[in-house]
């Protein structure tokens, strides 16, 4: 996927007018929007700060390709290894959150930080999590895959959090967004 300079001046503009657009906000403490019909596109704007608990290990139904619009992300792209970190994994149908089946795997991680004008892709099966900076901004392209099931893996005794996204507030989006027009 192509990124240019313009994408930085539509995102830009994207934020300043952020009131007049339907985000979602996710208890990954990410902002997102939608820029077209297909779902094939997609803006992130990350506030670290309201995630609930730790980032967690999961996996994508669609391959996608994302360009650091501000800000900087580490990616920690995990395999399993048995000298690796203890996980509990939760596997499941989409979207039947609430009907998984649970296990134990270790894995380990490799990371990479990316930042402005930065691209990195992502295959859907591929397990990461990512850590960013408050104020990041991501542009996304999805391509949906046929996938049986998705997999979520936490730390310990870490609790189940809901990847499903819900209507952003107004102040979220108002707040979420200022820090992220900071970085421009």
């Given amino acids: 996927m192509e990124f240019d300079n313009a994408d930085k001046v539509l995102v830009r503009n994207l934020l300043d007018h952020a009131h007049d657009y339907p985000w979602v906000m996710t208890d990954i403490g990410l902002l997102g929007l939608r820029l077209d019909d297909r779902r094939e596109f997609r803006l992130h704007v990350w506030a670290p700060e309201r995630r609930v608990g730790p980032a967690v290990v999961h996996d994508h139904p669609y391959d996608f390709v ?42 380990a991680g490799t990371a990479r930080t990316y930042r402005e004008g930065d691209t990195y892709g992502q295959s859907a099966h591929e397990l990461h999590d990512s850590r960013q900076a408050p104020g990041t901004v991501t542009l996304l392209r999805c ?42």
């Fill in 66 to 107: 994302s360009r650091i619009v501000v800000g900087e992300l580490t990616n920690v792209r995990y395999v399993e290894d048995p000298s690796g970190d203890p996980y509990v994994r939760d596997r499941y149908v989409p979207p039947d959150e609430g009907n998984r089946t649970t296990d134990a795997v270790r894995l």
């Fill in 143 to 184: 391509a949906f895959r046929d996938v049986g099931r998705l997999t979520v893996c936490r730390p310990g005794d870490t609790p189940w959090v809901s990847g499903i996204s819900r209507t952003a507030t107004a102040d979220e989006v108002k707040e979420i967004t200022a820090a992220a027009l900071e970085r421009f």
